[in-house]
């Protein structure tokens, strides 16, 4: 399929991908914590005949320099920016911070029609990286709405990973702490995917090694279908927590973090996802 692609640089920082006879189906889709435009992934969803529209969402110019206090409006301006290109159907696709950012605007914007969310977590986390202060702590909300913050879940930093100093590390056992430490506040944090209208698509790998994605979309779920709300839960057991979709570049590896899985069982469940998310935006499949 013909597409065509334009570079954004106001409001924020990103690329708009569509097919060359355009599409009443619109995507906004949002990176984890690396922070970057997810350009590839844009292309690819334009192929299969959606208006895709990656941002960066922090780190770019009058942005936050970290994932502190972001405010939700940035993801409803998105919205409002594909409604008025046309779009009828709105979808918002995330990975991990990026899928937390996506349930969230599904809660508190009812235009979403359908969010599909890659390693999610249940629940509202601190800052990962510093405020506009340039301060990692004390920790604060990842998210803003209306200009105040989201009740969140801290960090225990008595934490220490198991792995020697000088090779890349899985932090899922940080997360699992923080939860155990402070689980009195946790009901308060949890993300209200009951209340959404939109419906849910999660994707999750147990051997997710950067936080517990599986258990979390489980949770997800179990909300979902105790209120009587649609969802639909894709998982394999041996994948981490960077799932490939068919047409993907293959992950890099970081020298920080280990993220669980294997190369193949990632691709594996991008691939068993994928006629999923086709089917949950609405695209040609």
Excluded at 8 to 21: F, K, M
Excluded at 32 to 50: K, N, T
Excluded at 80 to 107: Q, W
């Amino acid at each position: 399929m013909d597409i065509t692609e334009r570079e954004l640089t106001d409001p924020w920082e990103g690329v708009l991908a569509a097919p060359a006879r355009g599409s009443d189906v619109g995507v906004l889709v949002l990176a984890g914590s690396s922070g970057r435009i997810e350009r590839e992934r844009a292309r690819i969803l334009a192929q299969q005949g959606f208006t895709a529209l990656a941002i960066r969402w922090f780190g770019g110019p009058g942005q936050c320099p970290g994932i502190c206090e972001v405010p939700l409006e940035t993801f409803t301006a998105a919205v409002d920016f594909l409604r008025r290109g046309g779009a009828r159907r709105i979808g918002v696709l995330g990975t991990s911070k990026g899928a937390e950012a996506a349930l969230l605007t599904a809660v508190y914007d009812p235009r979403v029609d359908v969010v599909i969310a890659l390693s999610p977590t249940s629940r509202v986390w601190c800052n990962v990286g510093p405020g506009r202060d340039g301060a990692e702590q004390p920790y604060r909300s990842s998210w803003t709405w209306r200009e105040q913050p989201l009740p969140f879940v801290p960090m225990d930093d008595s934490w220490t990973p198991a792995e020697p100093d000088s090779g890349p590390v899985a932090i899922r056992g940080w997360y699992e702490l923080s939860e155990r430490t402070f689980g009195r506040s946790l009901p308060s944090t949890e993300i209200p995917v009951e209340a959404a209208r939109a419906d849910l698509l999660l994707v999750a790998g147990g051997d997710d090694a950067m936080w517990p994605s599986l258990p979390f979309a489980e949770q997800l779920a179990r909300r979902r279908r105790s209120a009587g709300a649609s969802v639909r839960l894709i998982a394999r057991d041996d994948a981490g927590h960077r799932v490939r979709l068919p047409g993907e570049s293959p992950a890099s590896v970081s020298p920080h973090f280990r993220y669980g899985g294997t190369p193949q069982a990632d691709v594996l469940l991008g691939e068993e996802a994928w006629p999923h998310i086709l089917d949950a935006l609405g695209g040609e499949g």
